[in-house]
């Protein structure tokens, strides 16, 4: 423990001295474990998808680590491809590997404090929250991140060797290289969704979204699923809303915007709504998630091919407010991960999806 505690603060007063010491280490053992504890919380979603049908919860925890692995190793890898495409290589990947784990330990102190801020301050009260600790709470995350990425960009000077114009190619090529990753696993594996108030509303009539008061609220959907099988009724899915608003920054947040719903009818379904409770094939559907007294009706229809109805389990709401209804399947973006509930848990206070 005290080796870890001056390790840490060698890379906090003299991180340069402290990079180069571990360079003449060449310990990957260690960079490992702290390369795995950084990305952790990282690989949760894409080690849900791959490991919970599985075995799992269980399973999806134990087998995160080498999600968590593999995916500190492809990062030093893509370094190490700008590297290459950017001039002449003469350092080599395992002394890059030997460094990264270590860049790691600002996301590792930081994912320790929100986990001890979790266990400490009890769930209701992070609503009353003082906005002074919020703005400690914002500082303390930044200048932990502002820590950590020039901790990489130090470890990648002294492992290339480069500095000026060719450090910066690299980088750029490094860069670029992880966006397309970042864009490749967006678009099939997991997308990290905004939901607005109303959609939260149309599921939960008590919503209030407790970090940093915010009227949007990041969740995890699984696009991967849906690239394999059909959504199936009573999965919680993300749709894409129709519309939007103008201007540069309104239309970027907009393309990550999606309400969210439960699908209710499947192709071949004949679905209607009376009071706001749903009638399947001719029969009231059990709905033991159904919160809410809905005064609003859904003549019967029959859900054509490729589309799905989908409902808020709030009924006070009417599906006009979320864009609920028949949605056809290329609109549907994914379906809520068992990390996004757990999330959702946290949010609202109680675990009713």
Request: net charge positive.
């Amino acid at each position: 423990m005290i080796g870890v505690a001056a390790s840490v603060k060698a890379l906090m007063v003299e991180p340069w001295d402290a990079l180069e010491v571990i360079l003449a280490r060449r310990s990957l053992t260690s960079s490992a474990v702290l390369g795995v504890a950084g990305y952790y919380t990282r690989t949760l979603l894409l080690s849900e998808l791959l490991f919970a049908p599985l075995g799992g919860p269980v399973a999806c925890l134990i087998g995160n680590g080498l999600v968590a692995l593999a995916w500190t190793a492809l990062v030093v890898t893509l370094v190490c491809v700008g590297a290459r495409v950017t001039g002449p290589r003469e350092a080599r990947w395992p002394e890059l590997f030997a460094l990264w784990g270590h860049t790691q330990i600002p996301s590792i102190i930081l994912s320790v404090l929100a986990l001890a801020a979790l266990l400490v301050i009890p769930l209701a009260s992070w609503r009353d929250l003082d906005g002074g600790w919020v703005l400690l709470g914002i500082a303390v995350a930044f200048l932990l991140l502002l820590w950590g990425l020039l901790l990489k960009l130090d470890a990648v000077r002294i492992w290339s060797g480069r500095s000026g114009g060719p450090l910066v190619r690299m980088l750029l090529a490094a860069v670029i290289l992880y966006a397309a990753l970042a864009w490749g696993e967006r678009s099939a594996l997991v997308e990290r969704a905004l939901v607005p108030g109303p959609a939260l509303e149309a599921m939960e009539p008590t919503v209030t979204p407790v970090v940093v008061r915010r009227e949007l609220v990041t969740l995890p959907f699984d696009k991967l699923t849906y690239l394999v099988r059909a959504p199936r009724r009573g999965e919680i899915v993300a749709h894409v809303p129709a519309g939007g608003e103008r201007g540069f920054w309104s239309s970027i947040v907009q393309r990550r915007t999606r309400f969210i719903g439960r699908v209710i009818g499947v192709p071949g379904d004949t679905v209607g709504v009376r009071d706001g409770a749903v009638v399947l094939n001719g029969r009231a559907l059990d709905e033991p998630y159904r919160v809410g007294r809905g005064h609003w009706d859904v003549a019967a229809t029959t859900v054509p091919a490729a589309h799905y109805f989908v409902l808020g389990d709030n009924r006070g709401v009417r599906p006009g407010d979320y864009q609920g209804g028949l949605i056809p399947f290329a609109k549907l973006n994914g379906r809520l991960t068992e990390l996004g509930r757990t999330r959702w848990e946290f949010l609202v206070g109680k675990g009713r999806w």
